[in-house]
């Protein structure tokens, strides 16, 4: 399914009296202008030494007694257009990283810098234009909606906060928002419960585009589904991606999911990344061991083919405690000493002239 064009004088467009930049928000339908710019583009996103902590409280006081380091010295860039993957166990950080980033959540110290502009600092006041540009969707559309409102009423909540057009446009908007994920118009009629999983995740995914954002982060939005839901609801996003310019933060523990949408690719372990490149070259030469160890739980589909499984023993350690050094020194097979001791950089190992592959890990493997 792919949104069609748009008229210029009907649909979502703002009236001729608003301002060139609002008809530009609230047109989720028709595709930005081309921007003439030689060179390769600017990042959209730049997050820098990023760090979210969470005090553990205890006691009769509650008093923090330790600290959670959900988020412990990420570093990431997005390009305009591009979808970075961003791949983990569960409890390592990416949905934290993605709050984080949304500023649904306040960093502990470095910088999210968003067109040039750093988030981290900002108020609840001055980050309200940015709101427009930056909008999420959730793993769990149930939870996300309000389940009190009609879905008519939870499209045309972003207009009304940020004051976009009459309440006849509104009416308008919601019903192109509706089409343009493939949902009929009567659905703003109805209410979230009367929906299915993959329903509910268009209606997510449509109040995510409303206010024509240039960067969507996804977390998990396809890992609640059926698989045959999951292919309509990943193709939506890439039409979307395709017809509305946007750039992804793809977040899912499932990599092959990740290889079919992501340009490139994070891996993340314990609140830290481990391994980032090319979505290809990382599929065909992982280099950390972590990257490898994911790898190969992936079912291959010819029963023919043989590979050799990376073994990890013991579980995932807590980030309230995480291990000294290199974080997954307790599970690797390669660990040495000097693992358990310094914690590795991240260092790009690509050939002269070939696009960057960043791994943390002290040996070349």
Not at 157 to 168: I, K, T
Not at 197 to 205: M, N
Not at 325 to 331: A, M
Request: hydrophobic share 40%; aromatic share 4%.
């Amino acid at each position: 399914m792919s949104a069609g064009p748009v008229d210029s004088d009907s649909g979502l467009q703002a009236p001729a009296a608003r301002a060139s930049a609002d008809r530009r928000i609230v047109d989720p339908t028709t595709a930005p202008a081309a921007v003439g710019r030689t060179g390769p583009a600017p990042p959209l996103l730049e997050v820098d030494r990023l760090r979210t902590y969470f005090p553990v409280r205890g006691g009769v006081f509650l008093t923090a007694k330790a600290i959670c380091k959900a988020v412990d010295d990420v570093s990431l860039n997005i390009a305009p257009g591009e979808t970075l993957g961003l791949v983990g166990e569960s409890g390592c950080g990416k949905s934290t990283l993605a709050k984080t980033v949304v500023r649904l959540l306040k960093p502990a110290g470095g910088s999210v810098r968003f067109e040039g502009t750093d988030l981290a600092p900002l108020s609840r006041r001055e980050l309200k234009p940015f709101r427009r540009e930056i909008q999420m969707i959730f793993q769990d559309p149930a939870d996300s909606l309000n389940s009190r409102q009609s879905v008519g009423k939870i499209l045309e909540e972003p207009f009304v906060v940020h004051r976009l057009g009459s309440a006849e446009e509104r009416r308008l908007w919601v019903a192109r928002l509706l089409d343009t994920v493939g949902l009929p118009a009567r659905a703003a009629d109805r209410f979230p419960f009367e929906f299915s999983g993959g329903q509910r995740q268009r209606i997510g995914i449509a109040r995510a585009i409303a206010l024509r954002p240039k960067l969507v982060l996804c977390d998990e939005p396809v890992s609640a589904l059926d698989v045959s839901i999951q292919s309509q609801i990943l193709n939506l996003l890439l039409d979307l991606q395709r017809d509305l310019r946007l750039s992804y933060l793809f977040i899912s523990h499932d990599l092959a999911v990740v290889k079919h949408v992501s340009d490139r690719i994070a891996i993340m372990y314990l609140g830290r990344i481990v391994e980032i490149g090319e979505a290809d070259e990382i599929y065909a030469r992982p280099l950390h061991p972590y990257t490898r160890i994911l790898l190969a739980a992936v079912p291959d589909p010819d029963p023919r083919k043989r590979r050799r499984l990376e073994v990890v023993e013991g579980d995932v350690p807590t980030p309230i405690n995480p291990p000294s050094g290199c974080h997954l020194h307790p599970r690797c097979p390669y660990a040495e000493d000097r693992c358990r001791v310094e914690a590795p950089v991240l260092r790009d190992v690509s050939p002269s002239g070939a696009p960057p592959h960043r791994v943390a890990c002290h040996f070349d493997l």
